[in-house]
């Protein structure tokens, strides 16, 4: 016997379903993507690296070198703060994928 908890997890959300194929990217996605293409991350990246906090068994973790940095350009670009960046990050598909490398 199938619950509605399981119905409800089998059901697919409409960005898996055909409508996505036909969505129109954002001007905020094609931005992301121009940036994408004529930032060099990994060259930056290994500039900053030396510098780069990278505790030994002291703390936590710190966020990964590229992924702050990108996260510290939406913040510029956006014109967001700390805690409106984060949120960001979470209600925009678009932020949240360019953080993870496009």
Not at 74 to 101: K, M
Request: glycine share 4%; hydrophobic share 35%.
């Amino acid at each position: 016997m199938i619950t509605t908890q399981q119905k409800s997890n089998e059901q697919q959300s409409l960005e898996a379903t055909e409508f996505e194929k036909y969505r129109k990217k954002t001007r905020k996605e094609q931005f992301l993507d121009v940036m994408e293409q004529i930032i060099p991350w990994e060259e930056m990246c290994e500039v900053i690296a030396p510098y780069y906090p990278n505790p030994l068994k002291a703390g936590r973790k710190p966020i990964g070198l590229e992924c702050m940095l990108r996260i510290r350009f939406l913040q510029h670009w956006f014109e967001l703060s700390d805690t409106a960046a984060e949120e960001a990050l979470y209600d925009s598909r678009a932020l949240g994928q360019s953080i993870s490398g496009g």
